[in-house]
């Protein structure tokens, strides 16, 4: 089975092509190879390579920066989305496409399930919804809301020199603990983590599965506040943890973010596909290590 995966070169896309690459005949194009914005050459790359499933991993992702560059964040997330959509159906493949926890507005307490009304707060977490709509053009269709993205398949020599981008909440968390900084983080801010290599598996089984079309919620099982969070990865690197506990109103964010976001993942559970725990989820990330590629 051939698969095309776009955006190739980020976090997510970087796994994507390594993971699925034992299993199928795998082709990654990074954003300067194929731009979705670019009409013409997204329709005569798919009909060109001509791939059974196309998976979407793409992105605008700057939150903040997407409110003074709503264009370039609405281009990607939603009309490049449109793009590869309409491409997609007229070679009759599989369009797997991610979305995020951001098209929910925060007003509540129980993890949201994909049935419960989406809510954007801001420009990307707009841009994303609109994504979410073109994508489900495609009969058949995948798309996967994932959460606070963390973790690559690539290991590194040794835990003390863990080497991770600051680009991802968790990475950035594991940066000041073992260098013993302080560590802000949102005491009120609930989350359900995805940690990349999670996200692959589930996709791939999802594929293998032949699930029925339609929107999942891809994230490790439970929920947490992000001082919890950091403080298990304080425990799993055995360090101690100078935590500064902050609220969302103190952090004055330039975009607006859901203060509660944990998302349900039984609707993905029961077509057969189980997400460890996010405190699992961790521990594999600790334990092996990542050099690249965090959101």
Known sequence: ?????????????????????????????????????????????????????????????????????????????????????RATVEIGACLVHYSTDFVFDGSTNTPYTEEDLPGPLGTYAASKLLGEWFAQDVPRHYVLRVESLFGGPAPVRRIDSLDTSPKSSVSRIVRSILSGREVNVFADRTVSPSYVVDVVTATRRLIELDAPAGIYHCVNSGMATWDVLALELARLLGHEANLVPMTMAKAKLRAKRPVFSALSNAKLERVGVVMPTWQDALSRFVSVGTTYGFN
């Not at 060109?48 to 264009?71: F, G, H, M, T």
């Open 1 to 85: 089975m051939r698969v095309l995966v776009t955006g190739s070169a980020g976090q997510l896309g970087t796994c994507m092509v390594k993971e699925l690459g034992s299993d199928f005949e795998v082709i990654g194009l990074t954003h300067s190879q194929l731009d979705l914005t670019d009409y013409p050459l997204v329709m005569e790359s798919l009909a060109r390579l001509s791939p059974e499933i196309v998976v979407n991993c793409a992105a605008y992702n700057a939150v903040d920066a997407a409110e003074d560059q709503s264009k370039e964040a609405l281009n990607l997330n939603a009309f490049g989305v449109q793009t590869l959509a």
